[in-house]
């Protein structure tokens, strides 16, 4: 079973003063495998935030049925399916009024664990992402760096000990290093605890360096999913233009940096 199905679902927006509605996600099937991670990648406004509202219930689909660990979600308590499901917001969208424990510790407390179980959680996330609970616990989001406070964001995700993660451009706001250091510590992370993935990026390098399978958006469709290697060998136009940057790139990378060059 898997842990996250769409089937064939649609949404559709008001389009505003005039009238036209929008139809972000148009007939979308998929499904994610425990334990595996699921990259969305499309351009801007192709649908990707919308997949991610639905899954969570923050918005409801028209048409089609979203299931969550097997159960439609049509039916349950939107409160306690987002307890089951960690999320994992662009810059952290850390709660600024509260410090690094209160950020990380909040869905815990509200499940009514004790104070103590709290701080050893907080404590215990902390390692996990690679911060100094000494150092950085008391801190408040101004305090941190970017990179830091997307920690604490994965770390908050995280803290209610769920099986689904889902993550909206998590790393988009970092300089490449930090991005490319967090994302493949977040792929370690996903592996270890065995969780399972569904994670959006405008950034195809980035999808292929991090997914098991891809999911290709564009205008609210599905164009394409599978793994890289399938991807590589997709006969769709707009999958083949999307690989031809990192294509390239890899070719002049290999080209400036050649093994074992002095
Ligand atoms: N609440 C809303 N009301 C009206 N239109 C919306 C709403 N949310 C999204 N849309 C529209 O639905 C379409 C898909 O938006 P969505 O945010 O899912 O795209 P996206 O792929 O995540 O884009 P980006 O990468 O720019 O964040 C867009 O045309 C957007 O304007």
Not at 71 to 89: W, Y
């Amino acid at each position: 079973m898997p842990l996250i199905a769409f089937e064939h679902v649609e949404k559709s927006f008001d389009g505003g003063g005039d009238g036209r509605s929008v139809r972000a996600v148009n007939d979308v099937s998929f499904a994610v495998a425990k334990g595996e991670l699921l990259v969305i990648v499309g351009g801007s406004g192709s649908g990707k935030t919308t997949l991610l509202r639905l899954a969570n219930r923050l918005i409801t689909a028209d048409r089609g049925v979203i299931r969550i660990e097997g159960e439609d979600i049509s039916g349950s308590d939107p409160v306690a399916l987002r307890r089951r499901i960690g999320t994992v917001f662009q810059s952290g969208a850390l709660f600024p009024h509260l410090s690094v424990a209160g950020n990380i510790g909040i869905t815990p407390k509200l499940l009514g664990w004790s104070k103590a179980a709290v701080a050893a959680r907080v404590d215990e996330l902390l390692a996990l992402v690679q911060l100094d609970a000494a150092q950085y616990r008391d801190r408040f989001p101004h305090e941190l760096s970017g990179g830091q406070r997307q920690r604490v964001g994965v770390a908050r995700a995280l803290a209610a000990k769920p099986a689904i993660v889902l993550m909206d451009e998590p790393f988009g706001a970092l300089d490449p290093l930090t991005r490319d250091a967090l994302g493949a510590q977040f792929r370690a992370l996903h592996d270890r605890l065995g969780l399972t993935t569904m994670m959006i990026t405008h950034d195809i390098t980035e999808a292929l360096l991090l997914a098991d399978r891809i999911a290709v958006m564009r205008e609210g469709r599905i164009l394409a999913q599978g793994t890289p290697a399938d991807l590589a060998g997709s006969d769709d136009g707009y999958v083949n233009d999307m690989l031809q940057t990192p294509r390239r790139q890899a070719a002049r990378l290999q080209a400036l940096l050649p093994r074992g060059a002095a």
